[in-house]
Every structure is written in structure tokens, then in C-alpha cells.
């Protein structure tokens, strides 16, 4: 290995993880045969997240399995999820599993590069020069989107589609542009860029995200078709049973959305990320019971972040409600405390102090009512909006209750819970109120529809 | 059977893990004290292939069998080809050269290619005098991936007759054959003469 990659590999800080002490030795071995000086260990999951929070490393060689049920994909989805991880980071997954390739077929986030054991420090130097080469070229577009500019982010994508730089990456480019486009907020553009790399070879990750583009369009029949055939070819692509669950979220079809995704919930451990979609289909499917022992395992068990969210919290609270038990609602939303509330968004202070008057109705009524303004203007959530419109009608102020569906109505956000409010309504006997708020907003739209 | 193949993989996936475990111990021992020791470090690797390759073999028998496609760099997929055997090369005295159109990349299985690639050219070294030849051509029917070498050539240069012989060329006949483009399938042919005057072992891939 030459002097000037001996260089260039000593300025960059690695981190190792694995279980197994060995193999740790092994890869600290080859990082440092490359000429890396700066070499940090981790044994697992969670300490791997507490040093990456620390101190952003350069490469990251992980290994796939790191015991305790949890994996080095998990691991990665977890870091780019939540962000913790720059996508000018080099994420290598190293495995002496052949079959390894059929398992980065079939996930939406992939590392950069894997490599299968036994490999010489020559051929990891290989694949890591080509890795860090092709973050180097894609620099410009990783700022880009980090700051959401995506403008300059598609000059990017369609100066380089011809360049000669961008030769290597002509592919990469295709799927980049894909996804911006469906980051942007263009889900025509994303499907039209799916179908072309879809005219190549029909890769799942590209049928899925040809299925969510669908989605994006309110297409949900023909994403479902399509996420469906993506499950039946491609049973381990996990992904694709979260996009179906979604997608049967938005076409009102609960029971169908709960079962697909607590089926693949089972089979995937301690994906919380997932536990925390089940808990979300189960309540709109009615099962409160499946949706407060979700919620209990993840308060409980997803402790990579520290404290538990707001969010989570109140889901727990909800879950509680649903299931009829109002005393543990009642300690759940005690948990949240005033200095978290604090930092929280405004949906979250909403729901709060919505759920709070649905506890005890007396003693949050004034300061519910001083929200009445801010409720209208928000532009709240639909979740938020539902907690609200559920506080308004135990609280007898009906005509809050109607406001806020109305305007739930004029958004496409109605869909995903259309039945949980109607069912609100029909709790208070006003079956009546909620079928004219129905009837307003089919006539809007028919007014607003271009004539043809 | 899946019982079956699961022991199997996992047996060979904890021997490969030891094995990672000696080569890096020799690459310490090799960084530490000044040693060269690539023929022990190819001897492990080889090893290892040859177990990968034995349950590749079984999968495919079985019918179990898949690829996983993506689009692959075939410059590096060469460039990579010969890094595994460069010293190999080097210790027997052979030259081995790499020829590949700049920038081209095709849909293929990068890792069995890469082992089908890797077994080609060590059967190469066997019987080579001076220099082998990796190189790739495309045109619009397909990719045609070629290892050339200047020994005595096949004793039988028929496809059927030699992956009788050995897990190897089965291997890399059924990979090919898994490779498909439309009604198109890939295929393996050897023959004798090529650029060097031996053994010529020519993979297509639409």
C-alpha cells in the first residue's frame, strides 16, 4: 500500500463493531495494516449509538450479527432514521455469510458496501477506496439534501447524468434522483424515475418506491397491487410489509393494516420503529389492548435514546383510554413531565393538554378553552387534531368538535382516520353532525373539481 | 433439506470466521516483524472460496438456489478478480493482466461472479506458463467475461464433459445460466487457442 493512501486512511477515524472480541481484533488488524490510526471499538447495539452521538466516525466496519437479537442492518436503520449518521460516513457491514447479498437485496436502507469474510486488508482497502471515491462525488448532493435544496440538489442529479465524473455513478444517479423526487414532494416525477430504472430490472426496493409514489398520489389500490407482489416475491423485504401497512392505513382497511404489519412485527425482533406502527394500526383497528403492550414494550425497552419521547408517552396514554382503563391513562400522562413539555412541538402540547381534559374534565376545561384560537390556526396534525375533536365533545363544546373536522375533512388527512372520528361522533350521538360534515365536504369538493 | 442446509451454512459460516480470525493474525504478524506471508494468507482464502463455492454447489443442486442483481462496476468486478490472486500470481512468476471498457457497468451477482471469476483464474495459475488475461467486452447481446492463459489448453474444451469434473465449472455453468435478460439466458464455453494460445474459459451474460 502506498504512502499517499497511508495517508489518507491515517486521517480517518474508524470505529469497529462486533461482539465477538476476536473478530474486533481481527478488523482492528486490517483498519490498521491500511495505514488507520484513529480506531474505536464498540461491542454492540446500543454503545456503538452512544459513541456515534459522541463523535461522528469517518468508516464505520460493522459486523451483521451483533447478538442479542439485534443485527448490523437494525442498527443502521436505527442510525439513519434518527439521523445520527452524515451520509458522508462509510457504513461497511462485514459478514462471513454468503447469503448475505440476498438480505441487502431486500432492505430500503442499504449500506455503502459489505464485504464477506475471510478478506485480505487488501481487498477492504478495495472496496473502501471506491466507497469513500463515490461519497466524495456525491458530496455537493448530500449537503443539498440535508438542507433540503433540493433545487440544488437536481442540478446535481442532471449535470452529472451525462458527465463524464458521473460515469461511474450513472446508476446510483437514477435511483438519487428517484428518491429526491419523492423527498421533494413530486410523486409523479418519483414513479416516472422508478419506472426507468425499473425498465432495467425489477429491483423490490424500486417497486416499493414506485408503490409509494402511488401512495403520494392517493393511487392506494395500485400500491397496494404493487406492495403486495413486492411481499409475495420478495418475502424478506421487510420494508415492503411496513409500505402495505400504510398504505391500508389510508384506505380505511385497519384490521388488514394490523395484521400485516404485528405479522411482520413478530419476525423482526426489536424493531421499535416497527412496534410503534403496529401500536398505530392496532388503535385504529380497535384493538387498544395489542396497542398498550406494544407501547409498554417500546417505553420500556427502546432506552437507546434515553429518556422515552412525548410522543411515545401519549401513545401509551391513548392506548390506555381505548382499552377503558383510565386510572393507568391517567399515570401514564403524570409521566410526562412539565420541563419535557417544554421542548415539545405544538401537536404534542396539544394532545397533551387534550388528553389531560379527557382525564378530568373539570379541571382542564379553562385552559382548553384558552387553546380554542390557537386549535383553529395551528395547522395541527392529524393525530393532535384527533385528541382535540375527541376532548371537544366529552367537554360539551360541540362546536369545536365540528371546526376541526371540518378542516380535517378539507385535508386528505381524513382518510387515515376517518372511522375513528365518525365512531367519536357515534359515542356521543351525533351520528347526525358528523354525516352533514360529510355530506359539506363531498359537495366542496365537487365545487372545487375543474369543470370539464 | 432446509434443516439441512441450515446447518450446513452455519457450520461454514463459523469456519469462515475463523479463518478470517488466522489471516489477520498473520497480517499482524506480517505488519509486526517485517514477514511476508501472502501464500499462507492464499491458502486460507482458497479455503474458505472452496467452502463458500461447496454450499453454492449444494443450493444450487437443490434448487435453492438465487442471485441477488445489482448494478456492478465491471472495471472494479476485474480490477477485484485479480487482486485476490495478484500475489498468487506473483509467487508463481506469472503476469496477469486486466482488460475492461472504462466506466461500463452490468447487472450481475457481484459475489458469485467474483468466486466464479477468483476459481477461474487459480485453475489459470495451474497450468499457465507466463501470463494470463482477465478481460470483459460488452456489445448490445451481452457481456462476455474471459480468462485467457498461454499453457497446454483443455484436455477435453467441452462444457459438459469437464463440469462433470469438477465443482467449479458446475458452479459457474448454473450461474450463468441464472442470469437472464428477457427469454436471454447466460452460458459458459471453454475453448482452446485465444490471445495466448491455451485454455480459454468464456463466460456470457446477457
Redesign the interface.
Known sequence: MNDRSQELYRNLKFLVIDD?P??R???R??A??MGAFAVEFSSGYQDAIVRIRRSTPDVILCDYLLGNDRSGQQLLEELRRYELLPDETVFMMVT????Y??V??AVELVPDDYI????????LK??LD?ALQRKRFFRPLYQAKRNADFDSAERFVAAHRNSEAG??Y???LLRQNAELQLAKGDPVAAQTAFDEILG??P?PWARAGKAKSLQRQNRFQEARTIVEEVIESSPMYFDAFDLKTRICMDMGDYEEAQRTVQDISARTGRNYVRKRLLADAALLNGDAETARSTMEDVLQNDIVHGEPSISDRLMLVRSHLDSGDSFAAELALRKISAQSLETATLDEKTSHLALRAILSPDEARARFGALRQSIETAGLGATAQVDVIRAALILDEQELATRVTAALFSSDEIRRVFKQVRTLFESHGLESVFRDLQKQAALQKIRQAPRS | MHRILDILSSGIHDAKNQLFLAESLIAQAEAEHGLKLDEARFAIEHAASRLSRLLTAYKLQRKVGSLSIDMVSVPDLLEEAALISASHCTHLGLRLNTESPQGLGWLLDRELLLDILTNAIQNACRYARSQITLSATADEKGLTLKVEDDGPGYSEPDVETMTGNGVGLFVAAEIARMHKSGARHGKLALANGGRHGGAVFELFLP
Do not use: G, M
Open positions: 465477538q476476536n473478530a481484533q481481527s478488523l488488524i486490517c490498521q495494516t462471513a455469510e454468503q447469503s447479498e440476498q441487502v437485496a464477506i469474510k475471510p478478506f485480505s486488508p487488501d481487498r478495495f472496496r471506491r460515469q461511474p450513472r446508476f446510483e432495467l430490472h429491483f
